[in-house]
């Protein structure tokens, strides 16, 4: 018999247990469940649009599954992740959580969801199908080893790197432009950036900025997974402002974070990309950046529904 135990905010204690169960899966899987912004949100306790749903079995010292919705500017995420003891209960505990997740949407007045699953099979599609979600946008994870062959690397561009407390709002402006119609990367404000900032992995070396007549034109931002193996140097976010598109910034933005990279001894550079991105795309294919994985939204449409307990309606 499962219990679930839904929260709209976690303390420390719980953040803490979710934690473990992270970490039990990141080591069966050989990566870490939660993609980065459903993991901030989480270790933040919760923002507004948050839900937190762990489930318990009685004779378990440990939740066998975890289920997460964080809302983006206008739409929700929502990750699921299954003890690596319990998969053999997958097809059992999967639906119960993505019921319990469209329930805890529709309460929250309903809305566009996403349910990013890590290199689905057949048994996400079932289950996605029996819930009213359908294939939706698809992410490859691409990587390439450094460094560059030199031709690459003359497309590097004069860069500085990012200074906090002054560059914040330049950023800001050319990342929502550029991503205007991005669910995740689109819409951000100064708190959800000082959050990055303040992350541990953050280091201002590896986030280089290109300015045209003393301006923000594009950036790139590097992230070093150190507990990876081999070492991960990601492209982690890249955009050019709109205005100078097309005109070979782009390529000289990634080729820069590349060599920054290399300069830092990394050897495998990693980076994730929404296949209905053409131009990113066809940029790291360019480049010689291969698939290694492949992940998927399913999505879907979640009607409001009025809250039916008082809990619901908290
Ligand atoms: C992706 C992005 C950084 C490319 O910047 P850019 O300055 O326009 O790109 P470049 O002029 O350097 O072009 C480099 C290559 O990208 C590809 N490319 C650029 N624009 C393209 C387009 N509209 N369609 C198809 N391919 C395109 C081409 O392969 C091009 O090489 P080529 O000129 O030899 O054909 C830019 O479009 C952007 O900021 N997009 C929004 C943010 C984003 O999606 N970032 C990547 C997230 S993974």
């Known amino acids: 018999m499962r219990i679930l135990d839904i ?11 979710v934690r ?12 870490r469940p939660l993609s980065d912004h459903l993991w901030l949100d989480l270790v933040d306790g919760g923002r507004e649009g948050f839900a937190g749903l762990v489930a ?16 983006g500017h206008d739409s929700f995420s929502v990750e699921i992740v299954v003890h690596p003891h319990h998969r053999y209960e997958m097809h059992l505990i999967g639906p119960e959580l993505l019921e319990a997740v469209l329930h805890e949407v529709a309460v929250n007045g309903g809305g566009h969801v ?8 057949i048994g996400h599609e079932q289950v996605a199908q029996q819930f009213g ?22 497309a590097k561009v004069a860069v500085r790197t990012f200074v906090k407390g002054q560059d914040e709002q330049a950023w800001l402006n050319v990342n929502n432009q550029a991503f205007a119609l991005h669910p995740e ?3 951000w404000d100064l708190a959800t950036l000082t959050t990055r900032l303040s992350e541990p992995w953050f280091d201002a070396s590896g986030f280089i900025l290109h300015d045209i007549d003393e301006t923000l034109a594009g950036f790139c931002w590097t992230k070093v997974h150190t507990d990876t193996d081999p070492v991960l140097g990601e492209i982690y976010v890249v955009a050019v402002d709109p205005k100078y598109r097309g005109q070979g910034l782009g390529k000289s933005m990634v080729v820069s974070g590349l060599m920054n990279m290399s300069d830092r001894g990394i050897t495998t550079a990693m980076l994730y990309v929404d296949t209905n991105n053409e131009a990113a795309m066809s940029l790291y294919g ?10 998927r939204a399913f999505v879907g449409d979640v009607a409001a529904i009025t809250p039916n307990t008082p809990q619901e309606a908290s």
């Open 20 to 31: 473990d169960l992270l970490r039990d899966a990141e080591r069966a899987d050989g990566h």
């Open 114 to 121: 996403h349910w990013w699953v890590f290199e689905p099979t």
């Open 7 to 17: 929260k709209r905010q976690m303390k420390p204690d719980d953040i803490a247990i």
């Open 286 to 295: 360019d480049l010689g950046f291969r698939i290694h994985r492949t992940d």
């Open 56 to 71: 318990w079995e009685s004779d378990h010292d440990h939740p066998v599954a975890y289920a997460q919705i964080s809302k």
């Open 185 to 187: 990367q689109g819409g």
């Open 133 to 154: 979600l359908t294939p939706g946008r698809t992410l490859h994870q691409m990587r390439r080893s450094l460094p560059l062959s030199s031709s690459d690397a003359s």
